[in-house]
């Protein structure tokens, strides 16, 4: 089977994608989002109030060793400030710590003690994971008091939106539903035009939408058996990206090496009809590992049909829904 060059592919570019919740219009009071036919208008909900001794602020799942997740990198005065929910009528949105009356001009991706700014790209955000469908946010301090008393968590009511944990500097965590539940979410500093943070926000990634770029692989034919030098597939670290048909088992192969899991494949025929039966997908290798192999199998012969083609869709970061005009 003979290998074909491929010209460099143009990528489109998808328009501005904004990483996060809009949060000027959630935690404005009648702010009507749109979802395809669905509105959404907002509820501002006075929530708590976060004790902060120590200046550092730790978000965490609540029923988890809090100690687990790192402070946010970014020191706040001492003080106790205001924690609002952004409600749309079926769950919440955002969670916001205010530290300032003024407006937040821009959003910063928030990273904890030890991140690299690299990580704060819009498709992939510094995110803390929740499994109990609950997040808090924590002072630093009484995170640390939390984790040496494995029975902190026994007074937790869920009736009540905070915990005092230091009861002598009465710092604690104030805690929510998060969003749709379970989930890893990022959290973002407001920061007004001198840089200062007013504010600090959990995405509950609720009044956001997924952007996907798709891309096509053509005429497999005359692939397999080759790597592909494709450029698409370098702006997800993927390398090694290959074809391969086992003429034997009736099996073709796609596959790659990423640290992750990036992509939704389909084998398509020549006629842009799903193909293939049966198949797995899965790896090889440790996860985190740039060498471990991602691959996806499907019984079926290129040789049949020599224009079939794959179908990749990568997750691009999401973008705020519309508000109402």
């Not at 005065?77 to 409600?87: L, N, R, S």
């Amino acid at each position: 089977m003979k290998k074909s060059a491929r010209q460099p592919a143009k990528r489109k570019e998808p328009g501005l994608l904004l990483p996060h919740t809009d949060f000027d219009g959630a935690f404005t009071a009648g702010t009507v989002f749109l979802e395809g036919k669905q509105e959404y208008e907002m509820e501002t909900l006075k929530w708590g109030t976060l004790v902060v001794p120590s200046g550092r602020i730790v978000a965490s799942d609540v029923l988890m060793d809090p100690s687990r997740t790192k402070p946010f990198e970014r020191v706040v005065p001492q003080g106790k400030y205001p924690v609002t929910i952004a409600w749309n009528g079926f769950a919440n949105c955002a969670m916001a710590v205010r530290f300032s009356s003024r407006k937040a001009v821009r959003w910063e991706a928030a990273t904890r003690i030890g991140e690299t700014r690299v990580a704060t790209s819009q498709s992939d955000p510094p995110c803390f994971g929740v499994d109990s469908g609950m997040a808090g946010f924590f002072d630093a301090e009484a995170a640390q008091i939390a984790a040496r008393n494995e029975n902190w968590n026994a007074q937790f009511d869920t009736s009540q939106h905070s915990i005092t944990i230091d009861h002598v500097s009465r710092a604690g965590m104030v805690w929510c539903f998060s969003g749709h539940g379970d989930g890893a979410y990022p959290c973002y500093w407001g920061l007004d035009g001198s840089g200062t943070a007013v504010c600090l926000v959990a995405d509950f990634l609720v009044l956001v939408e997924g952007v996907h770029d798709v891309h096509v692989i053509t005429e497999l034919y005359d692939k397999v058996g080759s790597e592909l030098a494709d450029p698409w597939f370098s702006q997800f670290d993927c390398t090694k990206v290959r074809l391969q048909w086992n003429k034997k088992k009736n099996e073709f192969r796609f596959e790659y090496r990423c640290a992750r899991d990036l992509f939704e494949v389909e084998l398509l025929n020549g006629k842009g009809k799903r193909a293939g039966l049966g198949g797995v997908s899965g790896a090889h290798g440790i996860p985190g590992d740039s060498n471990c192999i991602q691959y996806m199998t499907r019984v079926f012969n290129v040789m049949n049909d020599k224009k079939a083609m794959l179908r990749i869709k990568a997750f691009g970061g999401v973008r705020a829904l519309r508000r109402k005009a």
